[in-house]
């Protein structure tokens, strides 16, 4: 109740509030640093906390007449509305203040007992009967809970209302009309639309599963975090918190839009509530934002999971935050495309691509248990594994990875090694893939020596290389030696189990003359393999042509040596014939000529070496001229 005389307002003379009540003031109340000129008896009887202070009890003792009010919740304006109610003056209540009020309120002990129709129970009442059952006012509400959102956890004003909101979220819009709250007394009970009270016939759009999303991302990072914990406690599916969460993080996340798909540009109902966004810590909303990311897996989820990888590796989040999101990764790993596995490097590393991260990635894939359930198929693109199973997935995945990062020059041996190693070897049925980002390697790093060659492709399996590889790895002289005889001979295997498969094939042709019934699925295996067998059959025509030439070649170069042994012996049997001590030796007489010889075959020579040597060499000149004229 207010003094006696017409209060007028209340009005600021600087740093200081007055009330023009007519009369003095007694008591001064400091609140943040302004000091309120106030009468005793309106403000005692209403407030407990200010009774205590400037009670009657202590008027005969000289009771204090300032008091000072520190960590008042909601400050000074919230405080100049409950000083108004004091008075009597008309106050009004909105979603935007009655958090406020209603922890001032209960500061103030404003309650019943100082007066009917208290100032607290006002407040209740309203946050009953019209916040709770709006959703614009809960969201509102809650927004502006903000600067006080530790009084009004204590005092389960928080609570209410997201358990509210919680309930509206769960409630489906289709069956009730609802949400009719967010236009208020702007719709017809038909449904219609109302324009200054005139129905416009314009009906309220069907919400889908996701309409509140963009309502609830105006709330600070505090109060979504406890929202969607109790939106997890009220049962609502993994889907729509996931849904949440990820078009939140989007929100304040700028870079995820360079790899995530645009937010829906739907209208939503929040447009017209005046809100601000929320001012958040990008460093710790994404460590809450992986906190509050449910343990379900799909490939967009995997998609999102990635790209806000690369944000946290921008951000130097913490290394439990960075572990956290690639293990979840990594236990999806089988959802990941090569696009989004292709983390640009950050750091001062030398490389272009973020491998450490990614070879962590592929260990936990290797050490997970892959108990992670879907995602509702009805929400969210799934699709289903092949028969080959995750693991062959995971495995031609990191085979094109390694083939992507293949080309930068500053990739050492070693890191190829450990990303081929994180996977055990069951992953690969074939090595084409691993083939193929080896020969791009190294043709991207011609510097190698054989050694490191050798040490990369021991870790190919051989017999797992198809037809087609052999036989571009036995021609590719970016290979080492030793590495392409191992090829030549396991193809060789290849071509003869081929070979062994195809004679089964023959017989079966041939027992197919026989009255003996060929089951359906051996003849399938026939006819599938008719064109191997015609290809197999050249190849083999072609090994006979190839290994006869080989033996003609080695039959000529070994006629070729033998005829260069005689030239040799030629040579020299002609050297000693025109050395001086053999002239003396016979006297200075001059031997005939082998055509002397031959033409008078019984003419007795002396027993010189020259006639031993005439009498040898002939049929071997001659056998010489038969040989070059073969060439």
Partial sequence: MAPAGKIAEFRRGGSDWFCNAGLPSDVTVVVDG?????????????????????????????????????????????????????????IELNPRNIVKL???????????QF?????????????????????????????SAEPVISSAEKLQIIGKLMNSISTMICTDPSLFGWPMGMYGSLQSPGGSILWNGINTGARIRSMESDWWYEDISYLSIDLFEKLIKTMEARGIRPENIAGTVMYYARKYLPGLGRWQSRPSGKTRT???????????????????????????????????????????????VSHECKDSIEKRVGMQLELATLDNLLIPSYSDSDTLYETDCVQRIIQHFASSEHGIPLFSPSTNEIEA?????PLRQVGKLV??????????????????QALIAALPVASRSCNDGFYRALDIYFQAHPWLSDKEKEQLCNIIDYQKLSIDACAHASQNERLPLRVVLQVLFFEQMHLRTALAGCLQVVEAESGQANPINIPNHMADQIIQRDG?????????ILKVDMERMRSRVQELEEEFGKIKQDMKKVSKSHSSLSSPGLVSRIGGKLLPRSSEVQTNPGKRMDPTPR???EQVQPPHHSRHRKSFSFF
């Fill in 115 to 143: 007066g009917e129709d208290n100032l607290l129970s006002r407040c209740e009442n309203y946050l009953h009967k019209n916040i709770l059952r709006n959703w614009k006012d809960c969201i509102l509400a809650l927004c």
């Fill in 399 to 416: 085979d094109n990875y390694i083939a992507e990062i293949a080309s930068d020059v500053n990739l050492k041996p070693e890191k190829i």
């Fill in 385 to 389: 594994s092949p028969s080959s199973g």
């Fill in 532 to 540: 191997w067998v015609s290809i197999v059959r050249e190849n083999n």
């Fill in 611 to 613: 006639a031993s040597v």
């Fill in 34 to 90: 302004v000091t309120f000129h106030l009468h005793k008896f309106p403000i005692v009887s209403r407030s407990g906390k200010m009774a205590k202070e400037f009670g009657e009890t202590k008027e005969g003792h000289g009771g204090a007449s300032t008091m000072l009010l520190e960590g008042f919740p909601g400050g000074l304006d919230t405080f100049l509305i409950a000083v108004k109610f004091c008075y009597g003056l008309r």
């Fill in 270 to 316: 929040v447009a017209s509530f005046s809100m601000t966004p929320a001012s958040v810590d990008q460093r710790v909303l994404l460590e809450t934002i992986v906190r509050l990311l449910p343990q379900k897996k799909s490939k967009s989820y995997c998609r999102f999971m990635l790209g806000l990888l690369r944000v946290a590796l921008i951000l130097g």
């Fill in 102 to 112: 209603h922890c001032a309120a209960d500061y103030l002990e404003m309650t019943d």
